[in-house]
Every structure is written in structure tokens, then in C-alpha cells.
T-cell receptor, first 112, second 114 residues
Framework: AQSVTQLGSHVSVSEGALVLLRCNYS??????LFWYVQYPNQGLQLLLK??????LVKGINGFEAEFKKSETSFHLTKPSAHMSDAAEYFC??????????FGGGTRLMVKP | DVKVTQSSRYLVKRTGEKVFLECVQD?????MFWYRQDPGLGLRLIYF???????EKGDIPEGYSVSREKKERFSLILESASTNQTSMYLC?????????????FGDGTRLSIL
């Protein structure tokens, strides 16, 4: 069985500050991991994915995530938040089947 | 770019009605999925399909059925709509490979059952 835990349903940062969104997973086999972003009234858009090539994965919009097997974590970071980053972020895991298991989501708020 | 199109962005129906939500993808993907999204509960899988006329139940299939007559189209059916099915519904598609391929999502249908 696989599961995903996102710590913090709401995260608030100031514009220009570091963004850190936490994701921990459990999986019985080496996982594939994904981060998605959802803007208001839209579907989910892929930010980045980990597929065992490199542990530090770069995505769109300046985001990156680091896979740490020993910590079973895949935290999402961005050095400097922008107002346009305000959205909901979802971490997801796939253990080589067809289905993704999603975390509960983290809503990121960016203060001016 | 993959395009997943859901037929309606907003839909209002009445209790007891039969409701059809349509989803079309243009990238010849084998897998298609239906999720519902509710505040605090994240995304929950209702059904998925890995081929034409094939379907598998997800985590919350009760009260729903699906149809996949053509590879590009996956329909979600609420047999007799109830107020607890008011939600955001998201369709997704992906290639049939061993898990490394991401799912691509439509913009969602916000369904209200009165």
C-alpha cells in the first residue's frame, strides 16, 4: 500500500521568502513521485516528477524538489515566493501501477 | 501538449436526476480517471479505465458508473443524483506505462445537486 502525508494544510509566506511544502510518503517499492499545482477553479497542473534519475528534480516556475529515501520525503521548495505562486499544491505517489495516491493538499498563501 | 477537455465547467442538477459528465483527451492515452475533490479530503478516485470498455473501481465508486466506448472519451454517470454528490469532479488521462508517466487533468466540473 502507498500513502502520502502533506504536513500543513495551509502555509503562509511573504513575497520573496523561501517556500517549503512538505511531503512524506510510504511505499513498499521504489516510488514515482509527483507535485501538482491547482490554481482556483482549474484542474491540476504537473510541476515536477521524480522517476529515479536524479534526486534533485527541477520543475516549472522555479520550483524544485529533493527525493530523500532515508527520510521518505519529497519536499517542494522555491527560493523566492511570488504572488502568482498562491495556489493549492498536491504531492502524489505511484508505486508502478496505474493509480496515483494524493496527499491532502497544501494551500500556499503569499503575503505582499 | 496533452489536452483533457471536460464538457462543462459548472453544472446544476436536481436530486434524482441522471447526470452525465463527459471527458475527452486528445493524446491517445490508454488510462483515464475520474476523481472527486472536496475541501479537506483531497482527491479521491471514483473509477478508472485502462482500455476501451474496461473499468476498475476506485476508492468511492458507490452511486457512480462509467462508460468508455471510445479510447478518447470517458463518461461519469450519476445514476440518481443526491445532494452529497455536490462536488468538484476532475478527469485525467495518462499513458499505460509502469507508473512513471504523470496524469494530465482537465479543468474540472463543479457540480451542484439541489
Amino acid at each position: 500500500a502507498q500513502s502520502v502525508t502533506q504536513l500543513g494544510s495551509h502555509v503562509s509566506v511573504s513575497e520573496g521568502a523561501l517556500v517549503l511544502l512538505r511531503c512524506n510518503y510510504s511505499s513498499s517499492v521504489p516510488p514515482y513521485l509527483f507535485w501538482y499545482v491547482q490554481y482556483p477553479n482549474q484542474g491540476l497542473q504537473l510541476l515536477l516528477k521524480y522517476t529515479s534519475a536524479a534526486t534533485l528534480v527541477k520543475g516549472i516556475n522555479g520550483f524544485e524538489a529533493e527525493f530523500k529515501k532515508s527520510e521518505t520525503s519529497f519536499h517542494l521548495t522555491k527560493p523566492s515566493a511570488h504572488m502568482s505562486d498562491a495556489a493549492e499544491y498536491f504531492c502524489a505517489v505511484n508505486n508502478a501501477g496505474n493509480m496515483l495516491t494524493f496527499g491532502g493538499g497544501t494551500r500556499l498563501m503569499v503575503k505582499p | 501538449d496533452v489536452k483533457v477537455t471536460q464538457s462543462s465547467r459548472y453544472l446544476v442538477k436536481r436530486t434524482g436526476e441522471k447526470v452525465f459528465l463527459e471527458c475527452v483527451q486528445d493524446m491517445d492515452h490508454e488510462n483515464m480517471f475520474w476523481y472527486r475533490q472536496d475541501p479537506g479530503l483531497g482527491l479521491r478516485l471514483i473509477y478508472f479505465s485502462y482500455d476501451v470498455k474496461m473499468k476498475e473501481k476506485g476508492d468511492i465508486p458507490e452511486g457512480y458508473s462509467v462508460s468508455r466506448e471510445k479510447k478518447e472519451r470517458f463518461s461519469l454517470i450519476l445514476e440518481s443524483a443526491s445532494t452529497n454528490q455536490t462536488s468538484m469532479y476532475l478527469c485525467a488521462s495518462s499513458l499505460l506505462t509502469g507508473g512513471s508517466q504523470p496524469q494530465h487533468f482537465g479543468d474540472g466540473t463543479r457540480l451542484s445537486i439541489l
